[in-house]
């Protein structure tokens, strides 16, 4: 018989309790979906690099040559349920109305995860009201921002709950068709994402609890499900981590850390009892406890042991990357955690709140915690990135100040502790504990969104075009993109996620790699040929000059747009001028090289300009010159223009190289500097001598 728990009714629930669950469950549902698809319509570009590109990237090759390809060659890339549902929209070959279908997707996804954890509360014996409430703080949750992103998370947060959800059916009652799905959800959730890859081992660890230890039980009631797990389990260890997990094979590499392992398992646990509201967190470990210890039902004892196996395996899996380079807290790991405080929490109240003392103590525990250890050492630099909690603390640290911040978190916290301490002794405070977990949880969640439409618009205006697809519009087919060295890989994921005409990318020189796909090396030959694979480039190019400036001869720039320029070709497309280490602003850097390549005759042959100045307020600079035949100390001061004048005559490529021994630091990304100067004319003989004023 279901019970719900005694939470005292305001007039406005006496009101709406003629209305029928199913549909309140509904309007759950359809409020969640149209709040955060608004939401997502500020989220204006993606910004998760590289795994936004990669997802879309392969949707995009599933829509238009059914296979998985990332720039033309084969991705193996296992998680590819979220690619698959995607795929569709990309077929409007509209990268923007991909793009939103995706968030709205994403969003309907999120939202529906109401449902399987009011199936859940249900199953567990409670009332109408209390599974509703489960329904609205997992839609409340601040996790839910991942919706506006181009990533899996969204369409795993429900199948992973629903696979909870049969989980304790089936564990309550071992049919085989609730063994099949959660088996079923178990493998669709994992190749969405493929950290859930545990779930059949927390499942069968379950059994045995369930089951109180009794090997020969867990086979006569679970045995289809043994059977299910040991042969892909036989099978994955014969082919081996590296070859089933593809792009994810690093993980075989990542190193095993104890003490390290240990700080992040406390600093998870801290954040995440933060993130899931502090006033529930005491009443559902204590809930947990009763629930292994002393279990009511298989339904209890079902869910405790799938919550607890899912905690000590996500925590693991956390920890285990913080500590591989990674130093910011995982909330994108632990999220599906979140929605089952409540349930757990719902067992310790329908107990009767047993161990008052305990909970007490233990809100009493983070109480203190809240006190002396801010916040605010976990929102500074790229700690919060992955943790829309911590973006809603750093949003209101922006707003009000680190101080002011800080304080208004820590006296937050504190009161949902006294919240969580008084539920130990007043039934009537349970009622307040949820209702400020859901107050807070939509607090943060506004926070989080509000900063990511801040620095999502700025990421739009800074690294693309007001036409972010330009190169598509440009009309010119596939094209190539050269990424050069020092450009961030952000930029090349902007350019290469809204233009599908980008087919093939390029690393110049030193240039690193964007991502773990395919990212030929382009050299350039002593004729200024771009040549890669043994094969000379030809085709539209689009290059990179962030903080470097390329001049090509056999080409004409058509359109640039955010540091970068698109090359129409007019035969074969040669590199005339290379200067690497001049910004957008007009600043050289500290060092750098100038480089021209010759003309058919294999000889530079003319006048080399570089002029060059310092604006008022600066300090006197001396910029050394190196080159063939060249030496020379130019003094540059304040207010002054100086026009280094040299005479060429070379046979092969030319390069001069600048540098200063005492740069100056550019405000305010501390850019090391030198002298202003503009871009180099030469009048002469160079491989850029056909128009002569193509490269003034």
């Known amino acids: 018989m279901a019970v719900d728990v005694p939470f005292p009714r305001p007039v406005a629930l006496a009101r709406a309790a003629a209305v029928p669950a199913r549909f309140l469950l509904a309007g759950i549902v359809a409020a969640s979906f149209a709040v955060r698809f608004v939401a997502a319509l500020g989220h204006t570009t993606p910004l998760y690099f590289p795994d936004e590109y990669i997802y879309s990237a392969i949707s995009r090759s599933l829509a238009e040559h059914g296979r998985p390809l990332i720039r033309g060659n084969s991705a193996h890339f296992p998680a590819m349920i979220e690619p698959l549902?995607?795929?569709?929209?990309?077929?409007?070959?509209?990268?923007?109305?991909?793009?939103?279908?995706?968030?709205?997707?994403?969003?309907?996804?999120?939202?529906?995860?109401?449902?399987?954890?009011?199936?859940?509360?249900?199953?567990?014996?409670?009332?109408?009201?209390?599974?509703?409430?489960?329904?609205?703080?997992?839609?409340?949750?601040?996790?839910?921002?991942?919706?506006?992103?181009?990533?899996?998370?969204?369409?795993?947060?429900?199948?992973?709950?629903?696979?909870?959800?049969l989980g304790v059916c089936a564990l309550s009652q071992p049919s085989r068709g609730a063994q099949l799905g959660f088996a079923a959800l178990a493998v669709i959730a994992t190749f969405t994402r493929i950290q859930y890859v545990f779930l059949p081992l927390v499942f069968v660890t379950a059994a045995l609890v369930v089951e109180r230890g009794s090997v020969r039980s867990v086979w006569r009631r679970f045995r289809l499900s043994v059977l299910l797990y040991t042969a892909p389990l036989a099978f994955a260890a014969a082919l081996g981590p590296r070859r089933l997990l593809g792009y994810y094979s690093g993980v075989a590499d990542l190193h095993v850390r104890p003490g390290a392992i240990v700080h992040w398992l406390g600093t998870d646990s801290m954040l995440l009892a933060y993130a899931a509201g502090f006033a529930l967190v005491p009443g559902a470990v204590a809930g947990l406890v009763y629930a292994l210890w002393r279990p009511r039902s298989r339904e209890e004892s079902g869910l405790a042991a799938?919550?607890?196996?899912?905690?000590?395996?996500?925590?693991?899996?956390?920890?285990?990357?913080?500590?591989?380079?990674?130093?910011?807290?995982?909330?994108?790991?632990?999220?599906?955690?979140?929605?089952?405080?409540?349930?757990?929490?719902?067992?310790?109240?329908?107990?009767?709140?047993?161990?008052?003392?305990?909970?007490?103590?233990?809100?009493?525990?983070?109480?203190?915690?809240?006190?002396?250890?801010?916040?605010?050492?976990?929102?500074?630099?790229?700690?919060?990135?992955?943790?829309?909690?911590?973006?809603?603390?750093?949003?209101?640290?922006?707003?009000?100040?680190?101080?002011?911040?800080?304080?208004?978190?820590?006296?937050?916290?504190?009161?949902?502790?006294c919240v969580a301490a008084g539920a130990a002794f007043r039934a009537r405070l349970a009622y307040v504990a949820v209702a400020a977990t859901l107050v807070a949880s939509c607090a943060v969640s506004v926070g989080a969104v509000s900063f990511d439409h801040r620095v999502s618009r700025g990421v739009r205006s800074t690294l693309l075009p007001a036409d972010a697809r330009w190169i598509d519009h440009a009309g010119l087919g596939p094209a190539t993109l050269i990424q050069t060295p020092a450009t961030p890989h952000a930029r090349a994921h902007e350019q290469l996620f809204w233009n599908r005409s980008l087919e093939r990318l390029l690393l110049l020189d030193q240039a690193s790699p964007i991502d773990a796909f395919a990212s030929p090396r382009v050299r350039i030959a002593p004729d200024g040929r771009l040549v890669s694979g043994g094969k000379t480039v030809r085709g539209p190019l689009v290059i990179s000059n962030f903080a470097v400036r390329a001049r090509l001869a056999g080409a004409v720039a058509v359109a640039r747009g955010a540091d970068y320029e698109l090359w129409r070709p007019l035969g074969t497309p040669r590199m005339a001028m290379f200067v690497g280490g001049l910004y957008h602003d007009g600043w050289l850097a500290n060092g750098g090289h100038i480089t021209l390549w010759p003309a058919r005759d294999g000889r530079v042959e003319g006048t080399f300009r570089l002029p060059l100045s310092l604006p008022a307020g600066t300090q006197r600079t001396v910029l050394q010159l190196r080159g063939p035949g060249v030496n020379r100390r130019v003094v540059v001061?304040?207010?002054?223009?100086?026009?280094?004048?040299?005479?060429?005559?070379?046979?092969?490529?030319?390069?001069?190289?600048?540098?200063?021994?005492?740069?100056?630091?550019?405000?305010?990304?501390?850019?090391?500097?030198?002298?202003?100067?503009?871009?180099?004319?030469?009048?002469?003989?160079?491989?850029g001598t056909a128009p002569p004023g193509a490269l003034a």
């Open 637 to 687: 001061k304040p207010e002054q223009r100086v026009v280094v004048e040299l005479q060429v005559s070379h046979k092969g490529p030319w390069t001069l190289a600048f540098h200063t021994n005492r740069p100056g630091y550019l405000q305010p990304d501390d850019r090391p500097i030198s002298v202003q100067a503009q871009l180099p004319t030469f009048s002469g003989s160079f491989c």
């Open 85 to 165: 549902l995607a795929a569709p929209f990309w077929l409007t070959h509209n990268a923007e109305l991909a793009y939103r279908l995706t968030q709205a997707e994403n969003a309907l996804a999120m939202s529906l995860a109401a449902i399987p954890v009011y199936l859940l509360m249900r199953r567990l014996g409670s009332g109408p009201w209390a599974a509703l409430a489960a329904a609205a703080l997992t839609v409340a949750s601040p996790d839910l921002f991942f919706s506006s992103f181009m990533l899996a998370d969204a369409i795993a947060y429900p199948l992973v709950l629903s696979a909870v959800y």
């Open 306 to 417: 799938l919550s607890v196996g899912m905690l000590l395996g996500l925590f693991a899996e956390a920890a285990l990357y913080a500590t591989n380079g990674s130093d910011r807290f995982q909330e994108r790991y632990l999220m599906i955690l979140l929605p089952l405080v409540f349930p757990a929490f719902w067992l310790w109240l329908r107990r009767g709140r047993p161990a008052p003392r305990m909970v007490a103590l233990v809100a009493l525990a983070l109480l203190v915690l809240s006190m002396r250890v801010p916040l605010s050492a976990y929102t500074v630099g790229d700690a919060k990135q992955d943790s829309p909690f911590l973006l809603g603390i750093f949003r209101l640290e922006k707003a009000v100040g680190i101080g002011d911040g800080s304080l208004a978190v820590a006296l937050v916290a504190a009161a949902l502790a």
